[in-house]
């Protein structure tokens, strides 16, 4: 919840820099460009290293499953199990797509529009990204695969439900969905009974038999 606040933040903090020392003005447009090849060159060779280092690793004991795509009618998403090893590497390998299409895409964007200051935006990102990437936290920094840090790892959230997250707890969202349930089972006992009907004895004349009729119940 608070990544995505801090996200925000940083990239906001990152972009008044930015202006305040104009590195968006053209004439350090030269230097922009070399620094955003520089810094993904640097981020896909640390991957690569990365993914020499998970394959060398010693394999650990467990089974994980990933579910690819959406479960869809007549069309079930595909379930791969794995061991924590070729997790590791197949999240590796999704990262290294992601960085050399956005590579791709940004450059397109640049050819397009001339902008740098989307190059540096991306670059510090890039690198910030790296630093707190959980494959680099387990086999470089030695942190334990637990928590956060546990395999699968989670998706991260949008913005907008990390918001909601943080303005409303999530206790009060339990207790929000009890009272709901208990609102809607006091609803349903009242509407069983309007429908439950009335019993009218009735007098058929004679003063000794009577006959029990049914007569619903209208609502007021």
């Known amino acids: 919840m608070y990544g995505v606040i801090g996200n925000l933040a940083f990239m906001i903090i990152a972009n008044q820099i930015i202006g305040y020392f104009k590195l968006a003005d053209p004439k350090y447009l030269l230097y922009v460009r070399i620094g955003f090849a520089a810094t993904h060159a640097l981020v896909v060779s640390f991957l690569f290293f990365l993914k020499m280092r998970i394959q060398s690793s010693s394999p650990t004991e467990g089974r994980i499953e990933v579910v690819e795509g959406i479960d869809l009618p007549g069309h079930p998403a595909t379930r791969k199990v794995m061991t924590p090893r070729e997790y590791d590497l197949y999240e590796l390998n999704k990262q290294l797509r992601a960085?050399?299409?956005?590579?791709?895409?940004?450059s397109?964007?640049?050819?397009f529009f001339k902008g740098s200051q989307m190059?540096?935006?991306?670059?510090?990102?890039?690198?910030?990204a790296l630093v707190w990437n959980p494959l680099v936290r387990i086999h470089i920094y030695g942190a334990k695969s637990e928590g956060p840090l546990s395999r699968p790892f989670p998706i991260p959230e949008g913005p907008f439900g990390a918001l909601k997250k943080l303005l409303i707890p999530e206790e009060d969202n339990a207790t929000s969905?009890?009272?709901?349930?208990?609102?809607?089972?006091?609803?349903?006992?009242s509407s069983s009974d309007e429908d439950e009907p009335i019993k009218v004895l009735e007098d058929n004349g004679s003063g000794s038999d009577s006959k029990v009729r049914n007569r619903p119940k209208t609502s007021k």
């Open 108 to 111: 397109a964007l640049h050819f």
């Open 119 to 128: 190059l540096i935006m991306v670059s510090v990102n890039a690198v910030k």
């Open 177 to 189: 969905a009890v009272a709901s349930k208990k609102k809607n089972d006091d609803y349903e006992d």
């Open 99 to 106: 960085v050399i299409t956005n590579i791709v895409f940004m």
